[in-house]
């Protein structure tokens, strides 16, 4: 019985070696596609007006389905880098707020893209399947406008550049020595987005509400990394 086991600790410990060696000594380019189910949040949420008070509900996720296009090299030691852009994503955002005046209904609409560059290590678990780690940063652009209550009640829409950046968990397994099919999870904090000011006569007669908060991303994806 030792014997078998032994045995099978030899024969694990031989393919976890060889599966390093053969990781740690992949070098090249590659290019991967990804399609990703994107889970958005806006948050940190400033009052839209200083006649507001509080939010009474909202806002809520907005999910959506996008994808993501990078090119990325191989380097010593199970490390590789790359440059991501990632398409642009539409998300809206519906809120309830409390006022001096009773509640009123606010909703933002946020398209954002980003470009990032990442770096990853990677894990042999087997020769063909490994667990990867990475972080990324980048910039993402962001515009966003949105309405009270009804569309004829709109705020101006504003564009901004921001620091993006993200973490990601994962795994890959190597499809044979061009193709590797990975999935992961990943989270990014992509910045700010505001509105521009109300184009809307209000109450007060003034031009002083617009929204702020901080749009940040988490999205599962799949991928096929090809090597070239």
Do not use: C
Not at 29 to 53: C, F, G, H, M, T
Not at 81 to 108: C, I, M, P
Not at 137 to 157: C, D, N, V, W
Request: charge should be positive; proline fraction near 2%.
């Amino acid at each position: 019985m030792k014997m078998k086991w032994s045995m099978t600790l030899i024969a694990g410990l031989s393919l976890a070696a060889q599966a390093q060696d053969s990781i740690a000594t992949a070098q090249g380019n590659y290019v991967a596609l990804r399609v990703q189910s994107a889970q958005l949040r806006i948050a940190d949420q400033k009052p839209y007006s200083p006649r507001a008070i509080s939010i009474i509900k909202g806002p809520d996720s907005s999910d959506k389905t996008s994808g993501s296009l990078a090119v990325g090299w191989y380097l010593p030691n199970a490390w590789r880098v790359e440059a991501e852009y990632s398409a642009q994503t539409k998300s809206e955002f519906d809120t309830l707020w409390q006022w001096t005046g009773g509640e009123s209904r606010n909703v933002v609409q946020a398209n954002s893209q980003r470009l990032m560059f990442n770096a990853y290590k990677e894990f042999p678990v087997a020769e063909a399947l490994s667990l990867h780690a990475g972080a990324g940063i980048g910039m993402s652009k962001i515009r966003a406008a949105g309405y009270q209550g009804t569309t004829l009640r709109t705020f101006e829409q504003h564009t901004q550049d921001n620091f993006a950046y993200g973490l990601a968990v994962g795994m890959g397994y190597r499809l044979n020595k061009v193709f590797t099919l990975g999935l992961g999870y990943r989270y990014i904090g992509l910045g700010e987005a505001q509105t521009g000011i109300n184009n809307f006569t209000n109450r007060s007669g003034t031009k002083d509400e617009h929204h702020e908060g901080k749009l940040n991303e988490q999205n599962a994806y799949l991928e096929l990394r090809a090597r070239f």
